[in-house]
């Protein structure tokens, strides 16, 4: 089925707020799985990081990605947005600074690096259970 009103309503409860998701890259038949803090919004889900990791160099070389949470796993493609500090993302950062407002400024993130970027992970396909209903989901 394709992501509707229904659907998009439980991913945003689930979601919509600070989650810790298992996150898949692959690079020469190499995969790779570390957690990140992510939160979902509108068919995607969106990740503060550093460009210099490990997770962001793979996804340049190859953006398809799975994620994992509570009941939920999906395939997406990961974007690099860019500094978190560019004018186009200061919506949805703000955002996320409220959704990570226990732990965002603890240190670990420096906002006046550029090196500190926005990761959208706009997904493409998952299989969310809730209320006993198994929902396979079209997000394209």
């Given at each position: ?110 906002f006046q690096d550029e090196n500190t970027v926005l990761l959208k ?8 259970f809730a209320d006993g209903t198994r929902y396979e989901i079209d997000?394209?």
């Amino acid at each position: 089925m394709k992501l509707n009103e229904t659907t998009n309503a439980l991913l945003e409860k689930r979601f919509g707020k600070d989650s810790l998701m298992a996150l898949a890259t692959c690079v020469n038949n190499i995969p790779s799985v570390r957690t990140v803090d992510a939160c979902y919004r509108d068919g995607a889900f969106y990740v503060i990081t550093y460009a210099l990791s490990g997770k962001m160099q793979q996804i340049s070389l190859n953006p398809c990605v799975a994620l994992s949470g509570e009941w939920f796993t999906a395939q997406g493609i990961g974007e690099n947005m860019g500094y978190v500090g560019k004018p186009e993302n200061n919506e949805i950062v703000q955002w996320l600074k409220e959704q990570f407002a226990a732990w965002i400024n603890n240190g670990h993130t420096n906002f006046q690096d550029e090196n500190t970027v926005l990761l959208k992970i706009r997904l493409t396909s998952g299989v969310l259970f809730a209320d006993g209903t198994r929902y396979e989901i079209d997000f394209t």
